[in-house]
């Protein structure tokens, strides 16, 4: 019977007391190749350091092959456990083979001399990597992707039990990604090696994978085999996007790819939407808005604010008032012309307070003269107004017919609806 070589119960983790995973449970048994997926920033790197005890749970506990990974000593973890980094720093000039020794540290120490079989584990490391014409140069002149293969080379000479891969083949060309996976395969089928595979391509790890791990903003969201995990409403849904998900006839592997009928949207729409935003809300929906292929204004924004920036750089139409400076009349007509023009008006996550709180009027006016109003949901969260009048008119636009979203991704098929209709 198989046990588990990485186990985390109930683990939250993050940064100077900010989580940024919550209460995350899992097990990856021993013997297993499971790719861990999930958007950018959803904690996957930190699921990793936490795994590696180079950040301590603020909650719950880790184990590595039964023990509490905090209290394995390091030399006793590095047989355990090799970690490839994204990227890995040498400020001094190693060289290559010096680089890939350092993997064989815990075993001889710092001070020790290398025996017979540290050259041995060195030199097929670097055989199986691909780096043994390398093995005389120095780290810091070696590209991107000749940097990931010794990185990977000085773990196998770890010679540990299980391998985690933080994105390290992203950098790699096709010929060289396919010999690292075809290596982390073979030591997974012949040595039994557990591999924990950070990935981007949904595709390639549906293809190599026993389990997948999805996150999803730090929490654990489906675990299970690729045809359990690659639902295309669940893939949709947390990378905000709509995905096709399709059985490849000759192989039997699952597929992920972009929908062709968004791709297809990506053309002109003619339609027009007014964003209200502001503090860096709008700046995701003016890439989304515009790559979807609406036209897009926006406003009354302060001059300084980050989504004024951004509005400027994508050459947005946008109604500006002046920094510590309430919303004035020719502001609020300006903008009130563009809501004419608008076949939409889309609320962003912008918090509320009184200096902004005419931008929730305009809204009510955009809803008075037909126009379809959508809210991002979670108003009453970002209210900083005198006796929650942000609240009162987020409430008032609702009960008057406008619409409510959560997700950049929910908000485009609402659009795309109202469209239709």
């Known amino acids: 019977m198989e046990n588990d070589a990485l186990t985390f119960r109930s683990v939250s983790a993050g940064y100077k007391q900010r989580p940024v995973l919550e209460n995350v449970s899992f097990s990856v048994r021993e013997g297993e190749f499971v790719s861990l997926i999930g958007p950018n920033g959803c904690g996957k790197s930190t699921l990793l350091k936490t795994a590696a005890a180079l950040i301590k749970p603020l909650s719950g506990t880790v184990e590595l092959f039964g023990q509490d990974v905090q209290r394995i000593k390091p030399s006793v973890r590095a047989s355990l456990l090799g970690v490839v980094p994204q990227k890995i720093e040498s400020p001094m ?80 060309d096709v010929n060289h990604r396919q010999e690292v996976l075809q290596i982390l395969m073979n030591l997974n089928r012949e040595k039994r090696m557990t591999i924990l595979l950070v990935s981007h391509d949904l595709t390639l790890s549906a293809s190599i994978s026993d389990r997948f791990l999805l996150l999803e903003a730090g929490s654990l969201v489906k675990a299970g085999t690729p045809a359990e995990v690659l639902e295309p409403a669940l893939l949709s849904r947390v990378y905000n996007c709509d995905l096709t998900v399709q059985q490849d006839p000759y192989t039997g592997y699952l597929q992920v790819s972009g929908a062709m009928d968004s791709l297809r949207r990506r053309r002109k729409l003619e339609r027009s939407v007014h964003v209200i935003a502001g503090g860096g809300s709008g700046i995701e929906l003016y890439r989304r808005l515009i790559i979807e292929g609406y036209e897009v204004t926006t406003g009354v924004l302060n001059r300084l604010d980050s989504d004024a920036e951004a509005a400027r750089a994508l050459n947005i139409p946008v109604v500006l008032e002046q920094p510590f400076s309430p919303v004035g009349a020719e502001a609020v007509e300006k903008a009130l012309k563009m809501i004419d023009c608008a076949d939409f008006v889309v609320l962003s996550r912008v918090p509320f307070g009184s200096g902004n709180l005419v931008n929730l009027h305009l809204a009510e006016e955009a809803l008075k003269k037909g126009k379809t ?18 609240l009162l008119a987020a409430e008032r636009l609702t009960h008057d017919g406008a619409f409510s979203w959560h997700t950049i991704h929910e908000l485009m098929g609402q659009l795309q609806q109202k469209i239709a209709l």
């Open 373 to 390: 109003v959508l809210l991002a949901a979670g108003i009453g969260d970002r209210d900083y107004t005198e006796g929650k009048a942000a």
């Open 93 to 172: 000039a190693f060289t290559v083979s010096q680089i890939v020794m350092n993997g064989r540290i815990s075993s001889m120490g710092w001070w020790g001399t290398p025996s017979p079989v540290d050259h041995d584990l060195v030199e097929r490391s670097m055989i199986y990597t691909d780096v043994l014409g390398l093995r005389d140069r120095l780290f810091t002149e070696l590209s991107g992707g000749e940097q990931q293969r010794v990185a990977l080379a000085m773990v196998l000479a770890q010679d540990p039990k299980m391998i985690m891969l933080d994105e390290s083949i992203s950098h790699l």
